[in-house]
């Protein structure tokens, strides 16, 4: 029987674990970049709800921490669109309902675990065994956290794996469990293709990432009853008149857009991004980027990728958001667009040890006092926010995809 031993008292290690989540949350990574701040004391804080900014891709919604239970729910208040009463028309008893949608989900406890080794273990090396393992479990939920963000906002987890996958396929018995919530396949009206193709089976190998698939989403926001609603991060001086949206692209989807665009329409995409963030400096904005009518165009940290003959879940053109499959003909990757308020990521309390807030690390001395195991535990779940319009059709609220062939 392992011995728990406690490293250090009930105080410094519920320090411990707010500087777990703290650096959790700084550290920079796809998932973090897109996550608005948490409202000021003193002015939106209270009606947040423990919530950051809604302008953001990502809203981090922390309600959980001190209440019990494993869901939270989101509410949406659609605009008004009842007709005006002119003149001296009485208006009284013309007032309309308030209308609003509900999108609610789950969050769960995860866990990971390290065994730092022996005495001889540590005896044959000069490295710290159990500073090295404390030092490791940080990037190592971020990394989870990246993936399992990138494949709610994607609706697949499609068929790419390699080594730096911690997520694994659709086709293991725990990738359910871990996702927490349901993944969601992009509805119908939020689903674009590339070149001539209007499915992913008849999307062939002409059917690449060019700049003209930039325009048909651009146009596709312009032109939507209810679009995306465009990003406004904290300190974002043209927020109002420059707003954007931002286009996460595969590796290879990006390749054969630089292939197509050419040297200079390159370097115009490359001024337009740089004219951008001249007065707002936020990591959305740094390292390799283009950017084109509003939409800044990045790579995605890993693919999203169908092969040939994969089945691929995708929505009819119903109103409840009915599914079907479509099969892949050639390679096809999956383009992101995001605007705000495209996924929740909801914490909740771990408890334990020093507990009481949504991360919690243990170390353990086990046989005999001989080995040290350390984990780090989180209560957390991320899902798609979706939502019924006032026009009785089920939508992703803040994403759109763009399915295209890659290069091979």
Sequence with gaps: MSTTVQSNNLLSNKVFNAALFLEASRRPSFANMQTGKAPSLGSEAKKAKGQTSAGAPIVRITDLEKSAGDEVTVDIFHQLRQKPVMGDKTIAGKGTNLKYASFTLKIDQGRTLVDAGGRMSQQRTKHD?????????????????????????????????????????????????????????????????????????????????????????????????????????????????????????????????WISAGGDTWRTLQAAAYERRRDFDHPIFKGDVVMWNNILIRKQPRPVRFNVGTNVTVCTNTANAGTTTSQAAVRVERAILLGAQALADAYGAVGGEG??????????????????????????????????????????????????????
């Design 129 to 257: 065994l159990k500073k090295t393992a404390k030092t490791l479990l940080s990037p190592y939920y971020n990394r989870l956290a990246d993936q399992i963000s990138l494949v709610h906002m994607a609706g697949a987890r499609g068929d790419h794996y390699d080594a730096d996958w911690i997520l694994p396929t659709s086709a293991d018995a725990d990738f359910a469990e871990i996702l927490v919530n349901t993944i969601t396949p992009p509805t119908y009206d939020r689903h674009f293709y590339g070149g001539d193709a209007t499915s992913i089976a008849s999307i062939d190998s002409a059917d690449k990432f060019a700049l003209t698939a930039v325009d048909k989403l651009r146009l596709a926001l312009d032109e939507m009853a209810f679009p995306l609603q465009p990003i406004q991060m904290e300190g974002d001086p043209h927020a109002e008149e420059s707003p954007f949206h931002v286009l996460w692209v595969t590796p290879r989807q990006w390749y054969d857009f």
């Design 355 to 408: 507990g009481g807030y949504f991360f919690n690390m243990n170390s353990e001395l086990t046989d005999h006092k001989n080995r040290n195991e350390l984990s780090i535990a989180w209560m957390n779940g991320k899902a798609k926010i979706r939502f019924q319009g006032t026009d009785g059709r089920i939508n992703d609220h803040g994403v759109m995809v763009l399915d295209t062939a890659v290069s091979t």
